[in-house]
Structures are given as C-alpha cells and as structure tokens.
C-alpha cells in the first residue's frame, strides 16, 4: 500500500517524520486466502435501536487517517454492522471481537446514525492476539441536532497483533460526540478520529490513552474542523511509552473563518519509562477566525523523582507508586468506561504491562 | 438655574440577540453638585443603566434619549463619553498586560483633556492620590489590573476617578468586595472627588460608601423603570426593611 | 542610539561612479536565464575568493541545482525560480532613484515623522558614506579590546583567513536546504566578528551599516565566533524599510558560542513589502555556553525564519524571544528551532504571532532532544492575536523527544482583543483605534523590553503604524 496515513493538515519540516505515518505503520497486505474471520459477539441491542441492514454512509467525512484509508477499511471490513438510534437508549450497546491463531483478523466497519435528540453509548473492545494478527477498524458516526453519542474504544491486543482505528464524525446543531479511546497493545498502533463541527454549539470531546512497548509504532493524527459557531472541543491524551516505542502524536484543532466564539483545547501528558522511547508530539492550532479561545499543552518526561520517593517513603513499591501516578493520567478516560468489569480488566491490563516493565 | 448635567429621557435598553428589554421609559435628571443613589434587588436594571450610560456595546438603546451637558451622546461611543467628561468605575475592572497602571493613566489623561500631559507634575499627583488611597507606590509599575485582588481593582478605579477629575462619576458596586477600612478610604476617596460642579451616581447595597457624602435623591428600580425617588433617608429604609417592604408600601 | 543619529546625517551627492561600473557588469549576466558555473566563478572572481572558496561555492551550485523548493511552509510561486538569476544580479541602478521607491514605504516615511533628506537614506538608496564612518569608529573602538570586526570579504583574505575558512558553512551547511545552497554558492558581504577568550564586549555590535552596500543586503554572510567565557550582543540592522528592486534574501548568520561565552542576536525586520525574506540563522554552542535570539518580523511579503541553536556542549543554553506581526498580503512563517545534544542543556522559546487585515502570522518549531541530553530541559510557549477574521494565525511546533530523563513543556493560546478590554478603555477616553494598539502593544511588550531602547521604540511605532487605520 502507498496510501499516505494520517497527515498532519498543515506540513512541517520534513527530517522530523511527522507530516504522515512512517511505512512501518502501513496497511496489512491482504493475504491469499483472503481474510480470516475473528470471533465476534452480537450486541443487545436496548429499546430505540435498531441494526439495519445497510445504511447511507456513502459520501461521509474523512477520518483522521485519510479518505484513502477508510476507503481501504470499508472494503476490506469482514464485520459490519449498522446502528440507528432514536430516543435515549437506556443501555450502552456492546461489540466484542477476540482474535486467535484461526481467527486472526477482525476488520470492521461500525456506522452509527443518531437522530435528532437521541441518546447512545456504544463500546468496543478488541482482545486476544496472534502472529500477523490484524484489528482494522473504521467508525462513522452521524450526529443530528441536539444527538448526544458516546464512542468507547477499548483496545486489550497483545504484543503481536496491529491495529488500525479510524474515526470519522459528523455533527449536527447542538450534537455532542464524546470519544474515549484506549489502545493498549498491538506492535503497530495507528489510529485517527477527526470530527466535523459544521454546525452550531455541537461539541466533541475525546480522551484518549496509550501504552507503548517494545518496538512498537504508535502513530495518532486527530483532527477536529469547527466551521460553526459556538463549538467546543476537548482533546485529550495520556500514554506511557517504554522500551524502544516510537510515538507520534498529532492533534490539531482547525478554526476555520465564521466559527466564531469556537473553543479548542488539547492535551497531551507523556510519560517516559525507557531511555530508548521516542515521542514525537506535533499539536497544532489552525486559525482564520478571530472569535474564538484555542489553546494546547503537551508535557513530556520521566515520573517526577521526588513525588516518586515521596510515595515510595510512604511504603509503596516502585510498581505501585508508578502504578498510582500512571492511573492518575489514565483516570480520566477509564473512568468513561460504562462498564464496571471493563474498567478493572483496562486497570489490570495497564499494571500488567507496568510489571512487566519493572520485571523486564 | 443652569441646565442639567444629565437628561435620560424615556430610555429604553435592550440586549442580546433576542433583544431582551432591560430598560423600558427611564427617565433621569442629575445636576451638577449632586449625588444621586440607585437601588433595587439583582436583575432590576441599575448596571444596565450605568453601562447604558457609558455607552457599552453589548447594549443597544431603541428608544429615547441621553442628554449629557447639554449634548445628546445617546448613539455616541464610549471614549466620546469620556471625554465629555464621563467616568464608570467598573464592577469587575479589565485586565491588561504590558500597559503599566501609570502609563494607561497619563494616556487617558491626555485623552480625556485633549491636552499633553507633564510627566513630573502627573506622576506627583498620581504618587499622592495613591498615598491617600493606601495603595502601594509600586502599583503605578504594574500592568494595569493584572493580578491585582478585588479590592486593589476598586482602588485603582477611584485612582483613576480622582486623576481624570470627570464632570459625571457612575460608580457601579465600587464597595462590593472590600473589607471596612477599604470602603473608608474609598468613601473619602469619593468624597474628595466630589464638588459643585461635579456629580455622582452610585450603586450600593451598603451605605458606608455614602457617609460623608449628602446623598439628594435615592431611586428604586424595579421592572427595568425608576419605580420610586425619594431623598437620601429612603437609603435606610431600604436597607433596614427591604424591597419587598418598599413594594408594599408602594401597593398600599 | 548610535545608528539612529548617524542615519539622520545625509549626504547630499551620491557617488554614481560605483552604480554604473557595476551595471555594466550585470548587462553581461542578464543573457542567462538560470543560474550557471560561469556566473558563480564570474561572481566568485568579481570578489577575488581564495581557491577553497571558489570550489565551495562551485559545490554549493551543484547542490542548489538538485535540491527542490521546500514541500511545506509559505508558497514561494511569487519566486521567479527560473530565472534566479535576477535575484542574484539585481540591476542596482534602480536602487539609486528615490522616485522608485515603492509608495507604501514612502508613506511608511511620512508617517513616520522622517525628514525627506533622510529616508532616502533609509531606503537603501542614499550614499554609505556616512555609515561607513560610523562602522569605522566602531571597528577602532572594539579593536582596542582585541575584537575582530570586518567585512567578509577583508575577512576571507586577512589574518583571520584561517579561522574563517575552518568556519564558513560549517553550521549551516549548503546541504540544508535549497535556499542555503543558492546562498553557498552566490554569498556577498556581510560580517566576520571574532571576539577572543574572555572579553566583554561592551557595545552592541550593529551590522545596520553594511546592509546598505549594493547588493549586500541580498545574500549577505554573518560569520560570529565568540570565544570562552566572552560576551557580544550584536545588532542586525534591518531597522529602516528597506527597498531593493530584487526580492530575494537568503541571507546566512552562523555563530559560533564557545565555552562559558555568552551571545544575544538581536534582529528587528521590516523588508519592504515585496521581500521573500528566506534567511538561514544557526547558532553552535559549546559547554556552559548562552545563545539568545530577540527577534521581531515586520516586513516582507513572504517570510520563513527560524534561527536554530544546537547546544551541542554539556550545559548550553538558548533563549528565543520573537514577535511577528502580518498585515495585509503578508505570509510570515516563523519560529525557532533546536536540538539537544548534549546533557543538561536548556531551551526556552517564547513567541507572540498577531495577525491582521488579512495578513498570515504562523508559529513553527521544532525541538529535538537527542538520547544522550539527559538532564535537558525545554519550554515552549507560543501566543497568537487575530485581529480580524480575514486574518490566518497557525501553530505549528513540533517536538522529536529521545530521551527520558527530560522535562519538556510546550503552551500555546490563540485569541482576539477582548471588546471588553477596549469598552473599558474607550470609556477612560481612548479612540477605539488607540485602545487597539494600545493592547496590542502590551500583548508585545514582554518582547519588546528584550530590544535596545531605540529598537524598542521603533518597534512601538512600528506598531502603532500598522495599526492605523486597522478599524473598517
């Protein structure tokens, strides 16, 4: 493939590798006999929403990662389902996909149409691994007026499968999206969410989490677009990396002429964990409007020493006081999770993946 | 008799993209060696007629008249204002970095006179004025409101009332936020300011800021109108008894 | 207030002499469209370069030639690259008459407050005479201390041949990028500085004096190398709109900062409108050793700057202080960048970006810690005003962090003037004009109480200039 992935919307200087994804991050090949379904469960589906059989996605917005990669993650999607909701549905709707050495690919492609005024929580969660495995994903979300929708993503890969999340958001009058996603394994991790905030006083909110190890690649691109007025965004990130990660995170908010009194905040706090990571952080205010409050922070380094002896005189270990303070950055997003038992397994997973560090 | 420093006449204001009405048929005299009081519960109009007054964008006038020295400013902007000699102390003071407390003062100064400012002469008068407000020396360095507390903001406003010596002082909750001994200075601060040919109209809900002063007229707002004037004993009143007592007498 | 004093001393008769040898000169190049060996060893032989420097610039051609215009950053189309070589050659003539100059910097003049003998001077077009004078003085005066101040070409062939040839091209390299080639290859005038091992050099050094020579002012090189534990502020002197019928400058500041030394750049750009100002700024610092930038953008049509600062010893430190404000037709690219390669190093990087009248004002950056700049420390902190809704402001940093042990921290906000604040400060009397730059002078201020005072205060007027008339 020689689609170029999750482009920074404005370029910089090219040496620095940020501009788009590095080839390590490239779309799989498809393999001969064609892709190998995982297991997947289907949802409960509460009262106001229904599963169609097809829906009209058909000239929707770009996701962060580019046109051309959701074209390729729609085609290849071997899991598709639709969502319509009307109303407020009273229970979040689930999907959970597990990979295996039979089952090694689970590609799917998740619409979600909210009518004007409705209410959804829908939850993904990818788990199991295997050599060569594959989660691909790609999301739509279509928000009418006043549609409140909330899109938890939670990613338990292992060390050797990769993964490809693509979000794409359109947002009517008044919708709010909130976006949580949590990637925690995968040797290669490229995600992107972008939103359309093309409407008045609609609202996105995404906090995002990431682990990694390794030789992982992890490679972001958000991008939220205010056009209309009175818009709100809040983007922000936390992750951990060790080992030899390699990271590039790039989140943009975009004010485009006329959104006026539009609000942009992003965030991202890194914490370093091996001498060998690499963070790359490339966060960036685009402005032709003058109305309007934008503003990003990123803050990037080891766990501060003396809060570290503070905790350990305390009689902490080093896994819990490290523990204690990668929970507190991460807090945010879990605590979204609608799901209590999800909560404790990302917790789990999390100081897993910390013991593992301290032991390795 | 001279003609009035100030004649709002049927004034109606009105905000917002729903041009919500918030001043309907105000009408208002004030001459010069007056002290005019207005009160009235949360909501009933009285900031809205002193930003009216001043001329703050966000408020639109569609009906009736502001007379001001014998000018009609009522369509005129607010530097217009001042320098017809029009002061507002605000109720939550702006502000801005990199313009030092002294600096905005002397440029205001020459704005507000039309006339080259003396440095020496008016960082003098600035150090005295600041003596007898108990303000800090070093406040005329820093930018002006920038970290300052509550009280220190209100300070600063009277600083700014006593150094640009305007023919109309609206002073707009000046008291709130400021402990006893504050509210004496600031008192005399007012008080000092004020003469012959000058006036005020205050906001309160607290009389201390009026002692000294020989309040003339005191008037209610209510329901976006001056619903009662009385003389400068009806403060008391209401402050012992209330509005709602007011009311009642009014019904009655 | 040397340089404003001595400006404003105008010399009646300007020399033609110089003009007109150095048209006939360009007559013969004008047959070229593009940029050939012939014209560089012509150019190189014009300048009587030693050998090494003729093959360098032969090196840096073949270099420019590969290389391609840059994929990202202001569009250069309005660059005539084909035919580079009326860039490199502008016909000087032109820069002789007062009445070419372009009406907006007359009118910059008017307003300005400038009596007319002299902004032809200020313009570029005048004599050098004078400020010949005043740069020999200066020589004299910080001979006395053992610094070396001179022009590049003194310097390639004087005592210091030596040091400047171990120098040259060395920070920035010809292989950076397009315009740092063409540089290489084209370099004329400029200054070479070098201030010995524990002196302080008390008086800012201004370069002010040598943009005005003809054709000086396009590709000029600035060669500073301060030794142990010495101090130098140097001035680059744009101050004055300057007029030049060719508008390229790719101009090269390299600075070598030795141990313990310390040095503040200071520049204050205002090009004339037509400028595509494309300047390369990079500065070496060994350990323990300071480089500071105090930068403000005014000028040019199109602007893309970012001094760059390698800390390259244990210890060293950069500051980087910059303004940019772009009006109307305006596309200012700016920002700083620096690697971390050493332990303990600090960065610091502070910036203010307004926009206006539909004007582009965009922050960059870039910084980079190497694995081995433990300790290091980096803040970024970038603030932008849009004043107006036809305006651009965009934030675009970057940062490349390889090393745990780091504390880096980056801000940045975007916003407008308050109406609030100006109510405020109309109802204390102020026109609605003045209460605009009024802030917008305060939103500055912090960097310009880093200027001299005369920089300080032309920035203020500078301000106040492209203020006027700002309310439609």
């Known amino acids: 493939m020689t689609t170029t992935m999750n482009r920074l919307p404005v370029s910089t200087w090219n040496p620095l590798g940020v501009n788009y994804a590095s080839a390590s991050a490239a779309l799989p090949a498809v393999p001969a006999a064609g892709w190998a379904k995982a297991e997947a469960l289907s949802p409960a589906l509460p009262a106001g929403v229904t599963a169609p059989a097809a829906a009209d996605f058909g000239s929707f917005a770009a996701s962060g990662m580019g046109a051309e990669t959701d074209a390729w993650l729609a085609a290849n999607a071997n899991l598709v389902n639709h969502l319509a909701v009307t109303g407020t549905a ?50 739509r979300i279509r928000a009418a007026e006043g549609a409140h929708v909330v899109l938890v993503q939670v990613q338990l890969l292992g060390n050797r499968a990769r993964r490809w999340n693509a979000v794409a958001i359109e947002q009517g009058t008044s919708a709010r999206v909130e976006q949580v996603r949590i990637e925690l394994g995968g040797s290669v991790v490229a995600c992107g969410a972008r939103t359309l905030l093309n409407h008045n006083k609609c609202e996105y909110d995404l906090d995002a989490v990431y682990f990694g190890h390794s030789n992982d690649v992890l490679d972001f691109n958000d991008v939220s677009v205010h056009t209309g007025r009175d818009t709100l965004c809040e983007m922000h990130t936390a992750g951990v990396l060790t080992g030899s990660a390699d990271k590039i995170l790039r989140g943009t908010v975009d004010f485009q002429r006329g959104a006026k009194r539009g609000v942009g905040h992003e965030s991202e706090d890194v914490l370093l964990f091996s001498p060998s990571a690499r963070n790359r952080t490339a966060p960036l205010i685009l402005c032709g409007e003058e109305e309007v409050e934008g503003q990003h922070a990123a803050s990037v380094g080891r766990l501060d020493e003396s809060k570290l002896y503070y905790l350990r005189s305390r009689g902490l270990s080093e896994a819990q006081a490290r523990r204690l303070m990668v929970d507190a950055r991460f807090a945010p997003a879990i605590d979204k999770i609608p799901l209590d038992s999800l909560q404790d397994e990302v917790r789990e997973n999390v100081a897993r993946r910390l013991n593992d560090e301290l032991d390795g | 008799m001279s003609s009035p420093l100030l004649e709002v006449k049927d004034l109606q204001v009105v905000v917002g993209e729903e041009n919500k009405v918030l001043l309907d048929g105000l009408n208002l005299t004030v001459n010069a060696g007056e002290t005019h009081v207005l009160m009235g519960h949360n909501g009933a109009g009285k900031s809205t007629l002193m930003s009216a007054l001043m001329g703050d964008p966000r408020y639109t006038v569609t009906r009736g008249q502001i007379i001001f020295r014998g000018q009609d400013i009522t369509h005129e902007t607010a530097d217009v204002r001042a320098r017809a000699g029009m002061f507002l102390s605000f109720q939550t003071p702006e502000e801005i970095p990199g313009i030092t407390l002294e600096s905005f003062l002397r440029t205001a100064a020459g704005a507000v006179t039309g006339k080259p400012v003396k440095v020496m002469k008016f960082r003098r008068e600035m150090a005295a004025q600041m003596e007898a407000l108990n303000m800090d020396p070093s406040y005329a360095d820093r930018y002006l409101n920038v970290g ?73 707002l209510d329901d976006a109108r001056i619903v009662r004037t009385g003389d400068g004993s009806l403060v008391n009143e209401i402050i012992e008894e209330g509005f709602t007592a007011l009311k009642e007498d009014e019904a009655k | 207030m040397r340089a404003f004093e001595t400006e404003k001393t105008e010399v009646a008769e300007i020399d033609r002499s110089v003009y007109d040898i150095k048209d006939k000169v360009n007559a013969a190049f004008e047959v070229n469209s593009g940029l050939t060996a012939e014209i560089v060893e012509q150019i190189s032989k014009e300048k009587h370069d030693p050998d090494w420097m003729r093959e360098f610039r032969l090196k840096a051609l073949d270099i420019y030639n590969k290389a391609s215009i840059p994929n990202w950053g202001p569009s250069l189309e309005g660059l005539d690259m084909r035919n580079i070589v009326t860039y ?59 610094v070396v101040y001179t022009d590049m070409e003194s310097a390639l062939t004087g005592p210091y041949a030596d040091m400047v040839k171990e120098h040259f091209m060395k920070c920035v390299p010809p292989t950076d990028h397009k315009f740092a080639a063409l540089h290489g290859a084209v370099w004329s005038g400029g200054s070479f500085v070098y201030v010995p091992a524990g002196v302080h050099v008390d008086i800012p050094l201004q370069s002010y004096f040598r943009l005005n020579a003809p054709g000086a002012g396009q590709f000029e090189h600035t060669l500073i190398i301060v030794d142990k534990g010495a101090y130098l502020h140097f001035i680059e002197g744009c101050s004055a709109p300057k007029y030049n019928v060719a508008n390229l400058h790719a101009g090269c500041v390299e600075i070598f900062v030795g141990e313990g030394a310390r040095v503040r750049y200071s520049t204050i750009e205002n090009w004339s409108k037509n400028m595509y100002n494309l300047n390369t700024k990079r500065a070496r610092v060994e350990k323990g050793g300071t480089i500071e930038w105090v930068s403000g953008s005014f000028g040019s049509h199109t602007g893309c700057l970012y001094p760059m600062s390698v800390l390259q010893g244990e210890g060293a430190r950069m500051e980087f202080t910059g303004i940019t404000f772009a009006g109307a037709g305006q596309d200012l690219d700016t920002g700083a960048k620096v690697v971390h390669a050493a332990p303990n190093t600090t960065s610091h990087i502070s910036t203010k970006s307004i926009a206006r009248d539909g004007g582009v004002s965009n922050f960059r950056s870039s910084v980079v810690v190497l694995p081995n700049a433990r300790g290091s420390k980096s803040s970024v902190s970038c603030e932008s005003l849009m004043l107006d809704d036809r305006s651009r402001s965009d934030t675009i940093p970057a940062m490349d962090i390889r090393c745990d042990a780091v504390d880096v921290g980056h801000e940045a906000k975007i916003g407008r003037i308050s109406e609030e604040a100006i109510f405020y400060l109309m109802s204390r009397g102020m026109t609605e004009e003045d209460a605009r730059a009024l802030i917008v002078g305060g939103f500055a201020e912090p960097i310009a109480k880093e200027l001299p005072l005369e920089y300080a205060v032309e920035m203020n007027n500078l301000i106040h200039l492209e203020m006027k008339g700002s309310i439609g």
């Open chain 1, 90 to 139: 009273d229970a979040p709707v689930v999907f959970e996909t597990a990979l295996d050495a039979d089952h090694p690919h689970a590609l799917t492609y998740l619409t979600i149409d909210a009518a004007a005024g409705s209410s959804l929580t829908v939850v993904q969660v990818v788990r199991g691994d295997a050599e060569g495995g594959v989660s691909a994903n790609l999301t």
């Open chain 3, 88 to 146: 490199v050659r502008p016909n000087t003539e032109m820069r002789g008459k007062w009445s070419e100059v372009p009406d907006d910097i007359k009118n910059t003049f008017e307003r300005l407050g400038i009596p007319q003998a002299e902004r032809s001077s200020l313009a570029g077009v005048g004599a050098q005479y004078d400020s010949e004078v005043v740069y020999h003085n200066v020589k004299e005066e910080v001979a006395a201390q053992g």
């Open chain 2, 148 to 220: 300052f507390s509550g009280g220190e903001k209100k300070k600063a406003e009277i600083l700014q009332l006593l150094m640009l010596k305007p023919a109309l002082a609206l002073l707009d909750e000046t008291d709130s936020g400021l402990d006893v001994d504050a509210v004496k200075t600031v008192a005399s601060g007012i008080k000092a300011y004020h003469n012959a040919d000058n006036a005020l109209i205050i906001i309160t809900h607290n009389a201390k800021i009026l002692e000294g002063l020989q309040v003339d007229y005191v008037h209610v």
